[in-house]
């Protein structure tokens, strides 16, 4: 791994930036949305052009395998298309339309309509684990310049020289389409982040990574005179809980799927499963020390190793924890991927300790000995990004524990894998705090548009004033909610 | 006036509050919609039924007229019914169905579902001025109940007698309509308000005041180990933007409209325009100074009378504001209506002081040369709730003008009044900081819900254990977006 280090952006550079940024808001935000879909097209058709150079940047960069970056770099160019054909659709500006109504119940009503528009420039903070899909034109960057808003992008230094060259090529796909200038910018280092994040002239912030650093992001755009929104993703355990009847009816298939699914990119993934409780006396214990270990392999860079050992080893000094397999091998470099394992009692008695986020290829197996003692786990929780069950159909217990999951969690599966965030319309990657700062956020998936708009009403304005999206002739033919019934 | 204090919360008596809101809002969550729906309308069937009770009270504790009392109790039932027919409808779970699909162009996805379920129990501080719109059993209450969530109200110390009693009707309607026992519950006293809001039980704050209060509490939300959010409707000064040639056509007309809008009330709207722009040599000021005002009138109390007095005072001492009229009396008590009178160049010169709020009837004529001047004023706004435009068709100033204000406020008017905010499903009460502390939120109108929901998605879930919402045979009825498309 090489990573040339880029000089932390200057006072004067960030001032350049972000005038730029405010410059370039009023005129992307009045860009019709099918031109502003052009521009994200662009951008992805530049980025997958450019893969030849781009992919071995990446690899320099983080230690990831060529596959899966393609594979990354392919989900980040599909999801600037599919917010492409979003912006076509027309149905995320929820355009409400109520004609004036002498009738109206409460007395007579003026006439209103309703749109949502952007907020102005947002800053995105860039996650070290996705170089790609959570970094420079990650789903942040494609969320913000859909909604209509100027982009500016704080650098993660684990990837800086990949982030220049995906940043010269959108920039220059952007030019070519006719954005306007500075509607993308790249910034270096800590202090021009926070910097940044306190000026008036940023409307939002967008961030992937760790809770401290997320925190402290939060509170910080919190402090300002004029408090902003504040996406955060911060962390996540993703808990999976292997019900009786599916431990007993296929154990030996959920280990080989768990193992998959916790060492998947070394387990560097925020939805990892990073607990797994099984049934106590059901041999699955056993069997996931026993299971097959893929190869050690190297973390994204030497900071991200360290704190991964570090983590593990507090876990595994835990008086109730002990090593179930992989540990010899656990704190070297390259780290072996490894299990431990406690009680569901211990756990109950100590979440703090137990139940917390250890970024890599490590895991925490929980034994737990009845039905009481795995609904109180899931009641235990804190804000999760996913929480899975494996369980038989028709299980009693099932209903209740979706129910409690759904209270916690953003994500709730069911024989699946949380590894693997799709792209989708349904999709949902958030969650309560800590694994946001936003419950009502995702950072996947068509809906997280909804991050960067905000809603404006218009009362009586004559139809040559009205955005097009609120015209009665509706000229882009988008969905409306016309007097309160949707109309396609 | 006669305000009779109650005892403040204990905090025995805030553990029992909590306890049972906590206790209650999985039991809510799970009411079908259509129930909930039912327990809306029983609310406001017997708010109406008690108005002989309610009026009188509500007059004693706050100095407002029975007909207006009458029109808001009126306002307040009506939107209980609104939200129980937007419940039937569902179009606010944003139900959203992706089927698994292997063709999807990044890789095969999953089966995933995702819609909006309850955050869980929300802390409502009630305002001072709409002892029934925005109080007890107001816009938050009922948006948060209708979302599925149980309500803790902090009443306001303005009209606690008034916030006891309607506590009780509805409460007595909600046991009566087989609503669980804790759904709603008042508590008194700043204390128990500071308090429930840094509980771990309460998932969302709301708030109608001022900016100190608002952002004080706002602060307090967010420095919790779990920062919730908070949704705080604070402070506007709801400008008016008067165009020349509107000037020149009925500058008469303008005159009485906006000094019936901002004495309405006593100009205690959290909607009064208080800064109206006029084009100087226009006759306007003179007109404005001349204009008949209507009789003094007591403010809702002495702590808010004092408060404006000072305001006002501090405002007329200002070297650039001269009185306009009606300040002779305007200083007492009752005060009388009055205005004063500034110029765009000094405000522009001075914002800070200048562009503020003094609740209660009083507004500032600000003369403007030309329309640079105009459009500086509109760049210099904060946010807003609203802002409004006095024009005539065709005026070319007119789209930038109105493109500006969209920016700052969160409804922008033409040839209207800001005073009187309609319930509808297109209308935005709102508007970025410090007109509220969510932007993306509204405190009136049906949009107004999904401040008490966040999105979870289902990934894989057989049809059993799915919401209803998100079955395919959609057996509520109701709008679906499937594979992208939306169904109704």
């Known amino acids: 791994m090489t990573v040339t280090e880029i000089a932390p952006t200057s006072a004067a550079a960030l001032e350049d930036v972000l005038s730029a940024a405010h410059g370039a808001a009023a005129a992307w935000a009045q860009t019709p949305a099918r031109v502003r879909a052009q521009a994200l097209l662009a951008i992805a058709d530049a980025l997958d052009a450019a893969a030849e150079e781009l992919i071995p940047l990446a690899q320099e960069e983080t230690n990831l395998a060529p596959a899966r970056l393609g594979g990354e770099l392919k989900r980040t160019t599909f999801q600037l298309r599919l917010f492409a054909e979003l912006l076509v659709d027309g149905g995320y500006l929820d355009a409400r ?12 009503r003026p006439d209103i309509r309703r749109v949502l528009e952007p907020l102005g420039p947002v800053l995105v903070f860039a996650a070290s684990n996705f170089p790609f899909a959570f970094s420079v034109l990650g789903g942040d960057s494609c969320s913000a310049l859909a909604a209509g808003c100027p982009v500016v992008v704080k650098v993660h230094s684990g990837h800086p020289r990949l982030s220049a060259a995906v940043g010269r090529v959108a920039t220059a796909a952007l030019a070519a389409a006719g954005a306007p200038a500075g509607l993308l910018a790249l910034i270096y280092g800590t202090q021009s982040g926070r910097d940044a994040l306190l000026d008036p002239r940023i409307k939002a912030g967008a961030f992937t990574g760790s809770i401290p650093g997320g925190r402290a992001l939060f509170d910080l755009a919190n402090s300002r005179p004029d408090p902003i929104p504040f996406f955060g993703e911060l962390g996540s355990v993703n808990p999976v809980f292997v019900m009786a009847e599916a431990a007993a009816a296929r154990g030996a298939e959920i280990v080989d799927g768990f193992m998959a699914s916790y060492t998947l990119g070394a387990g560097q993934f925020c939805t990892k499963p990073g607990i797994l409780l099984v049934p106590a006396g059901s041999g699955m214990v056993q069997d996931l020390a026993a299971a097959a270990r893929p190869a050690p392999a190297l973390l994204l860079n030497e900071r991200i190793q360290s704190g991964y050992v570090d983590a593990l080893q507090e876990l595994l000094e835990h008086p109730d924890v002990r090593p179930l397999g992989g540990t010899e091998d656990a704190l070297a470099a390259p780290p072996a991927p490894s299990l431990a394992a406690t009680t569901a009692a211990a756990l109950l008695a100590d979440p703090e300790a137990l139940i917390t986020e250890c970024f890599g290829p490590a895991a925490l197996v929980v034994a737990y000995e009845n039905d009481g003692e795995l609904l109180a786990v ?16 028709g299980d009693a217990l099932a209903p209740e524990l979706v129910r409690i999951l759904a209270g916690k969690a953003g994500r709730v599966l069911w024989n699946q894998w949380p590894t693997g965030v799709s792209v989708t319309y349904a999709q949902q990657h958030g969650g309560p705090y800590p694994a946001t700062t936003a419950p009502a956020s995702t950072s996947v998936g068509t809906a997280g548009i909804a991050r960067f708009l905000r809603p404006v009403a218009y009362q009586g304005l004559p139809a040559h004033l009205l955005p097009a999206a609120l015209r009665d002739d509706n000229p882009l033919g988008i969905p409306q909610r016309v007097d309160g019934t949707l109309a396609l």
């Open 378 to 393: 899931a009641e235990a929780l804190d804000g999760q990004l996913t929480a899975t069950i494996q369980g038989e159909d």
């Open 97 to 108: 339309i109520d004609h004036a109504d002498e009738a109206w119940p409460m007395g007579a």
